[in-house]
């Protein structure tokens, strides 16, 4: 079945510090891909998405290039701020016929250290 | 954040209790959907339901129940839990994908933190 693993985290880094945060994804069709956000106490909020191959999201600054060769989604940012704290999912979306079905990577915590 | 809301945002429930979740979209969504998301566990998904009919059941024990009474409410009934039914329980919505068209994106309310005594 189809399955996303992500860099274990936690992340901690600088301001302004370059972030990476990998994701890699196995699956038998040609799924959308997503990072989703999730600040403390909050829902998951969609931060980017690509729907096909070398497609680029990008959204605040973060962004992600579908990859099909290396099977790979990876999010990047140039600087980070304290408030990217947060934890970063990835995940990936099949053309199902009811509705989208999302599977997920376990998350990874950021933490940007002033 | 308006698109999804959830109620209430905390509940704390005792293992006899029977309380409900509710979730209400604003995005015009004909598909809607319950996660699960524990400590150090990756999401999981619960129901999916279109047009109002339950799509999928992802093995779900039958102590959580839900309902779709139209394509901008769902409910999650809940009675006899169990202490390691405490979570964070998150409600989605999104277009329903058409046959051979590309999937849309899930958008998610803020979630409900249940904990059970």
């Known amino acids: 079945g189809d399955s996303v693993t992500q860099m274990e985290g936690p992340v901690t880094l600088s301001e302004e510090a370059f972030l990476t945060i990998n994701c890699t994804y196995t699956?038998?069709?040609?799924?959308?891909l997503f990072w989703y956000v999730q600040y403390p106490g909050e829902g998951l909020q969609l931060l980017l998405k690509?729907?096909?191959?070398?497609d680029k999201g990008s959204n605040k600054g973060f962004e992600a290039t579908y990859r099909k060769e290396t099977t790979s989604f990876h999010l990047e940012k140039g600087s980070v701020q304290v408030s990217d704290s947060a934890v970063y999912f990835c995940?990936?979306?099949?053309?199902?016929?009811?509705?989208?079905?999302?599977?997920f990577g376990e998350g990874t915590q950021l933490t940007v250290n002033p | 954040e308006t698109g999804v809301t959830q109620t209430p945002r905390h509940l704390v429930m005792g293992m006899t209790n029977k309380k409900s979740l509710k979730c209400e979209q604003h995005?015009?969504?004909?598909?809607m959907y319950w996660y699960k998301q524990s400590a150090k566990k990756p999401l999981e998904l619960m129901f999916v339901?279109?047009?109002?009919?339950?799509?999928e059941n992802n093995s779900v024990p039958s102590r959580f129940s839900p309902e779709c009474p139209n394509s901008s409410h769902l409910f999650l009934h809940l009675h006899t839990l169990q202490p390691e039914d405490s979570a964070l329980y998150l409600c989605?919505?999104?277009?329903?994908?058409?046959?051979?068209?590309?999937?849309?994106?899930?958008?998610f309310g803020p979630g409900t933190r249940l904990t059970v005594l």
């Open positions: 989605a919505s999104s277009q329903a994908a058409s046959v051979g068209g590309s999937t849309d994106t899930q958008y």
């Open positions: 995940a990936l979306s099949d053309r199902g016929t009811s509705g989208s079905r999302l599977t």
């Open positions: 339901y279109n047009f109002k009919e339950q799509t």
């Open positions: 995005l015009g969504h004909n598909a």
């Open positions: 699956a038998t069709g040609y799924p959308s």
């Open positions: 690509a729907t096909k191959a070398d």
